[in-house]
């Protein structure tokens, strides 16, 4: 009896691992952790097909690691909590546990110099004290972001310097270590005079 519960659980368990078991699908977790978005975005987002990225939905979707709903013609894709929760504990056991995992940002940042992250407990114990922007698109913003953050999407970074105070150190952020708006905005910043680090974790 209690064979046949354990091999059930272990059983359903394993689909999940293996809905887990690709890069695209892990990447498209992570979008859907920023916002909604649709098969089109998702596609244009990864620069794969319309036909592969669904593919790789509809197989999430069926692990339950994505809902979807019809939204007039179009089905919009959304990732629930609890997969947001086990995307980032995914990432927290690569960073503690593969050394070539940490190696990939250890690499970029080694070649980009100017870019230096800010953890999380210094900006926490730091609030008040520095200017928090939010590089994403301002969809993603409005969808969720760090308390106190303001929206400065990256492609209007160079209209809003102007807005900044010399006087406070700006951090930015974007969707995660893996993204590198918040380091061209930290590049951009410091050329502009600014004192600016990037933060090193996530939005959510």
């Not at 596609?43 to 019809?70: E, N």
């Not at 179009?74 to 929760?85: D, K």
């Not at 940490?102 to 004290?129: C, K, M, N, Q, Y």
């Amino acid at each position: 009896m209690s064979r046949e519960m354990k091999d059930a659980a272990y059983k359903t368990l394993a689909q999940l691992g293996k809905a887990l078991g690709h890069p695209l699908r892990l990447e498209l977790m992570d979008l859907l952790a920023q916002k909604p978005h649709s098969v089109e975005a998702l596609a244009s987002a990864t620069g794969r097909s319309m036909a592969s990225t669904s593919q790789h939905l509809q197989l999430l979707a069926s692990a339950r690691l994505v809902d979807r709903a019809r939204d007039g013609v179009r089905v919009i894709y959304r990732l629930p909590p609890a997969a947001a929760t086990l995307l980032v504990s995914l990432e927290a056991a690569g960073n503690a546990q593969s050394a070539e995992l940490r190696a990939v940002r250890t690499d970029w940042l080694a070649r980009h110099p100017d870019v230096v992250e800010i953890s999380a407990e210094e900006l926490e114990a730091r609030r008040g004290e520095v200017f928090l922007i939010d590089v994403r698109p301002a969809e993603e913003f409005a969808h969720g972001h760090l308390d106190g953050a303001v929206s400065v999407p990256l492609d209007t970074l160079d209209a809003a310097l102007s807005t900044l105070s010399g006087d406070q150190e700006v951090i930015a952020y974007c969707r995660g270590p893996w993204c590198s708006w918040a380091d061209e905005a930290v590049v951009r910043l410091h050329a502009a005079g600014f004192r600016a680090r990037r933060f090193e974790g996530r939005p959510f």
